[in-house]
């Protein structure tokens, strides 16, 4: 488990896995939204705060994914 999780990329949303990653107390900054509407949130302790607009790159759906890992696209 992790004390801090900084995204730099957008998300739609947050994948509970992610989530499940902090320590207890710990806290999760990431830009949650599409290409056009993101907001910072800030997630400690099972509860949420918008913290404002931001604007970032979108993240790339299979990045993570390990080389053996079957293919969508395939």
Known sequence: PYDR????A???E???PLRA???PGG????????????RL???QNGAQEDRG???LPLME???GEPPDAPNSES
């Open 61 to 63: 759906v299979g990045l």
């Open 5 to 8: 999780i900084i995204l730099n």
């Open 53 to 55: 607009a931001i604007r």
């Open 21 to 23: 990653q902090l320590k």
């Open 14 to 16: 947050l994948p509970e």
């Open 10 to 12: 957008a998300v739609s």
């Open 41 to 43: 949130v800030c997630y």
């Open 27 to 38: 806290v999760l900054l990431a830009a949650v939204g599409d290409a056009n509407d993101q």
